[in-house]
């Protein structure tokens, strides 16, 4: 089974940026489909953007030109790349691996955005 564990969360203000990191362990890390998904209070965890085994990606249409999730396979590592940042796009940030019926989540990183 894999482990997950984000980093880079943190507070930024509006128009900022920040990069997540996502460093995976004691799996076939390029065997998965990746994900970073968030969740404010008092909503559902929502997906953000995903990224197949096969490089593949896809973006809510909420973040569309401003974030991009990209992967390291030798690195056994996922990224979100976040740019101009919004109140809204505060959050507790998850990152996800999948494999058929077997998802994987991490212990999730905060990302605050306010002036």
């Known amino acids: 089974q894999v482990q997950l564990v984000e980093f880079g969360g943190g507070l930024v203000q509006p128009g900022g940026s920040l990069r997540l990191s996502c460093a995976a362990s004691g799996g076939r890390f390029s065997m998965y489909d990746m994900g970073w998904y968030r969740q404010a209070p008092g909503n559902e965890r929502e997906l953000v953007a995903g990224?197949?085994?096969?490089?593949?990606?896809s973006y809510a249409d909420s973040v569309k030109g401003r974030f991009t999730i990209s992967r390291d396979n030798a690195k056994n590592t996922m990224y979100l790349q976040m740019n101009n940042l919004a109140p809204e796009d505060t959050a507790v940030y998850y990152c996800?691996?999948?494999?058929?019926?077997?998802?994987?989540w991490g212990q999730g990183t905060q990302v605050t955005v306010s002036s």
């Open positions: 996800s691996a999948a494999w058929i019926h077997y998802r994987a």
């Open positions: 990224i197949t085994s096969s490089g593949d990606t």
